[in-house]
């Protein structure tokens, strides 16, 4: 059974930061790639960030210069760094991973259940 348990999400003032962290639990064998996606109230889920298994990433253009996705020293954990904050970055962040369960098995999308984090004065 593999997890995705997010945290780091909270109320921040305009400019403010604040670090999101994403831990796959479970039977993993690898997880080629991991990033966050996020919903921002009454609209669609976009993508953020991701970081593949080979450490390149991408960034969405909303967030490029501000935000910051890396690995973690703990296997399977991400991290996303978030400066310069802007109301409009208001939203549930959701991490997400493709996951392999075992060797030379076909990996699958995974969605944690999500972190809050609201931008506001």
């Known amino acids: 059974q593999v997890q995705l348990v997010e945290s780091g999400g909270g109320l921040v003032q305009p400019g403010g930061s604040l670090r999101l962290s994403c831990a796959a639990t479970?039977?993993?064998?690898?997880?080629?790639?991991m990033g966050w996606y996020r919903q921002p109230p009454g609209k669609q889920r976009d993508f953020v960030a991701a970081?593949?298994?080979?450490?390149?990433?991408t960034y969405a253009d909303s967030v490029k210069g501000r935000f910051t996705i890396s690995r973690g020293n703990a296997k399977n954990t991400i991290y996303l760094q978030m400066n310069k904050l802007q109301p409009e970055d208001t939203a549930v962040y959701y991490c997400?991973?493709?996951?392999?369960?075992?060797?030379?098995?076909?990996?699958?999308?995974?969605w944690g259940q999500g972190t809050q984090v609201t931008v506001s004065s």
């Open positions: 997400n991973a493709y996951i392999s369960t075992a060797q030379g098995m076909a990996g699958s999308w995974y």
């Open positions: 479970g039977s993993i064998f690898s997880a080629a790639s």
């Open positions: 970081i593949a298994g080979n450490g390149v990433t």
